[in-house]
């Protein structure tokens, strides 16, 4: 297999996995955003997670003001504790999200040992994806519009 048919098949793996993050965003309570993230390894998706409020809280991500509470987990810190509750690891796996990750969910992909990020919607802020790439992360931009051919 040549090394543009190797890109292209590991694109169209890209786009699969990210439209499945996408449908897992759905089974966030937050209003303002809903976000999904997989880990995968080994083509096997070993957690997942979407943002929302911790195991036993209520599912109410705002404040009457319309604000995101600060105690509201991210996707991707939901999916890499999901980890570290498991038999398994995520070194060397690659994370897909729906949104560009944070600064501070960056770390913790780091610290996890997940070696790429694909993701699907670019933020504002770019110090979470300038974090990764410093860290030798490979990250990947698949916009979320993007339909598999």
Avoid at 84 to 103: D, K
Wanted: glycine letters at 8%; charged letters at 30%.
């Amino acid at each position: 297999m040549s090394n543009g048919e190797k890109e292209k098949k590991q694109h169209d793996l890209d786009l699969r996995y990210m439209r499945m993050a996408n449908i897992w965003a759905e089974n966030s309570y937050c209003e303002r955003r809903k976000v999904g993230a997989l880990i995968v390894k080994d083509k096997m998706i070993i957690s997942d997670g979407y943002n929302g409020t911790p195991s036993g809280f209520e599912n109410v991500c705002e404040n009457e003001e319309g604000f995101t509470k600060p105690y509201v987990l991210h996707a991707e810190a939901n999916a890499i504790t999901k980890i570290a509750c498991s038999n398994n690891n995520s070194s060397g796996a690659t994370m897909y999200v729906t949104a560009s990750p944070c600064i501070e969910c960056a770390k913790l992909i780091i610290q996890a040992g997940i070696k790429r990020v694909v993701y699907g919607e670019k933020y504002r802020l770019t110090d979470g994806i300038d974090l990764l790439e410093r860290a030798g992360i490979e990250v990947v931009y698949i916009n979320n519009k993007e339909e598999e051919k």
